[in-house]
């Protein structure tokens, strides 16, 4: 007999905002979000859900959208589900759920994407120091390739994926996370710097109330108000999973989330088209709508089986991932390397985030050769199928990080030649900028600073 098409728990209408929805979304972690639906494990369901944007990032002209978006609103999810077996009895804290991703792509009818650096004020990036202005980037899709207006002579397959997948945490892990981000704003400035530029964005983004949605729970009730003001953000992957960006979560992989109240309440969201290794724009993905068919599996005890804890309660531990069969083929890459020696040639000792920083500036000059701008290269870089690496991490003073690039989503030969065989500079296109601003031509001075 075949297989029953899968049952359909979250619709979407991308037309509707995500307060406006048929099934309750949510954009905070907290115990108490009611789940939406029940899932039996085993059963194949289906699950949509908006742009994490909800849709505030359009299909047009301009970055103001980019520019201007309110980060409160990060991210809005599909969920939670209570997840029970096949007697009815849910699963319970201390399980293991094996999450099977089935099948996903983008919803029928929204088949586009964007990429876009947040302004320096709001957010910024990997890069802030570099790129400080708010830029965007619309891409198209054709079955599995990806294609861009504003950076054109690239083309590439996606390796689709959720960038959020977490189950609830429990009130005392909750609490864990509130006390040790807070204090990590309250002491980091002073200690916690990455070239200097980190102290320009937020070193963690505490619980507020501002655009808080909490699935069935009525805003302004005295309850919306407790939970508004406790609940986490989205915004960093921790031990629930949450939003982790591996961009290699596509069809046929699991993922093993700890459970750590009663039926798991699993949600998931921000879905990407493709992304590189990092999202080092930040809104760095091929964003968009999408579906995930999904199949749960309650593990019962894993987590003591399975998870070893690191840190000193027994909540202190991570998820782990299985990665599917499904990837682009790519046979020929070109290999940027980074140390962790900063652009003022300042000593870091091991730092692997100096390191990649190092790598992803390489690339950007580098391939800022061929015709493109920097701002056109840092998008790319952030959602094209690259890999990162951290290849050294013992050899003191330097960690060493690198980033391929496959060579094959060009349309013309990017590889070094010798001198008078090199690369012919062409104008091309650019990046979607903020109104107000300025063009910028397509080839840019060595500084590797951006003017906005």
């Known amino acids: 007999m075949a297989p029953l098409t899968p049952r359909l728990v979250v619709p979407i209408d991308v037309k509707k905002k995500p307060w406006e929805q048929k099934v309750h979304l949510h954009n905070r972690w907290h115990p108490d979000i009611p789940p939406v639906a029940d899932v039996t494990e085993g059963e194949l369901f289906r699950v949509e859900m908006v742009d994490w944007t909800g849709g505030r990032v359009k299909d047009d002209d301009s970055a103001d959208d980019i520019k201007f978006l309110d980060l409160t609103i990060t991210h ?9 077996d096949a007697e009815g009895v849910p699963a319970s804290p201390g399980d293991l759920l094996a999450v099977e991703i089935c099948n996903l792509g983008p919803l029928p009818g929204d088949e586009w994407g ?4 947040f302004e320096r004020e709001n957010g910024g990036g990997f890069l802030t120091d570099h790129f400080p202005s708010a830029r965007k980037a619309i891409w198209y899709f054709e079955g599995i390739y990806a294609y861009s207006p504003q ?3 690239v083309r590439f397959p996606g390796l689709t994926h959720p960038g959020i997948v977490g189950t609830a945490p429990s009130v005392e892990l909750l609490n864990i996370w509130n006390e040790r981000e807070r204090k990590l704003t309250e002491t980091g400035h002073e200690s916690l710097k990455l070239c200097e530029v980190l102290h320009q964005r937020p070193l963690a983004n505490l619980p507020t109330s501002k655009n808080c949605l909490l699935g069935k729970i009525e805003e302004g009730t005295a309850e919306w108000q407790k939970i508004a003001n406790e609940a986490a953000r989205t915004i960093p992957g921790r031990e629930n999973g949450g939003n982790c960006d591996i961009k290699n979560l596509s069809r046929g992989s699991k993922v093993y989330l700890p459970v750590f109240v009663e039926g798991a309440n699993l949600s998931t969201g921000d879905m990407h088209f ?3 290794d990092g999202e080092v724009s930040f809104c760095g993905a091929i964003e968009m709508s999408g579906f995930l068919e999904l199949k749960c599996e309650i593990i019962r005890g894993g ?3 399975y998870l070893t804890p690191v840190g000193p309660t027994a909540l202190h531990v991570n998820p782990i991932f299985e990665i599917g069969p499904v990837e682009p083929r790519f046979s020929e890459w070109l290999v940027f390397e980074g140390i962790s020696v900063d652009e003022s040639g300042k000593q870091h000792f091991l730092d692997a985030s100096v390191a990649y920083k190092r790598a992803v500036l390489n690339a950007i000059e580098y ?3 061929f015709g493109y701008s920097k701002e056109q290269v840092y998008l790319l870089l952030s959602c094209c199928p690259c890999e990162g690496r951290i290849s ?3 050899d003191a003073p330097n960690a060493v990080a690198t980033l391929a690039i496959p060579t094959a989503i060009f349309d013309q030969d990017i590889r070094p030649k010798r001198l008078g065989h090199g690369p012919k500079l062409r104008r091309t296109p650019d990046v979607l900028r903020c109104t107000g601003d300025r063009h910028l031509p397509a080839t840019q001075d060595q500084s ?3 003017t906005p």
């Open 151 to 153: 950076i054109p002579g």
């Open 448 to 450: 590797g600073a951006v």
């Open 76 to 84: 809005y999810l599909s969920g939670p589900f209570r997840v029970v």
């Open 367 to 369: 391939l800022s050769r």
């Open 392 to 394: 050294g991490i013992v």
């Open 303 to 305: 987590m003591k089986e």
């Open 274 to 276: 493709s992304q590189g």
């Open 114 to 117: 964007y990429t876009g650096i």
